[in-house]
Nanobody
């Protein structure tokens, strides 16, 4: 079982930056692991934001491409999401999650991830 704990959320002005972190209890070095960030705004479905596999291959949602950067620190068992040029539409609860070798076309699909954190709120205004 993998436990994930997010941190770093908060309130920020339009155009500002935040860095989210997700600490994993285990499995960070698994060769078949895929790590992702998702978000869910009130009344909306959960959507994939960014993901990264064991080789460091990243995928981003079109809405955040060029503004967000996903990365991981194996020494700290921690996943990060650097968010720049934040917009009001980025306001949501952000979750980190782990999947096992999802098909490439499904890497940002929430249903393929089986471990989830509790989330951290990001508010942009």
């Amino acid at each position: 079982h993998v436990q994930l704990v997010e941190s770093g959320g908060g309130s920020v002005q339009i155009g500002g930056s935040l860095t989210l972190a997700c600490a994993a209890s285990r499995g960070f070095d698994d060769a078949d692991a895929e790590w992702g960030w998702f978000r869910q705004a009130p009344g909306k479905e959960r959507e994939g934001v960014a993901c990264i596999d064991d080789d460091g291959l990243t995928t981003y949602a079109d809405s955040v491409q060029g503004r967000f950067t996903i990365s991981k620190d194996h020494a700290k068992n921690t996943l990060y999401l650097q968010m720049n040029m934040l917009k009001p539409e980025d306001t949501a609860m952000y979750y980190c999650a782990r999947a096992t070798r999802p098909r490439p076309e499904r890497r940002l699909r929430p249903e393929v991830y089986n471990y989830w954190g509790q989330g951290t709120q990001v508010t942009v205004s």
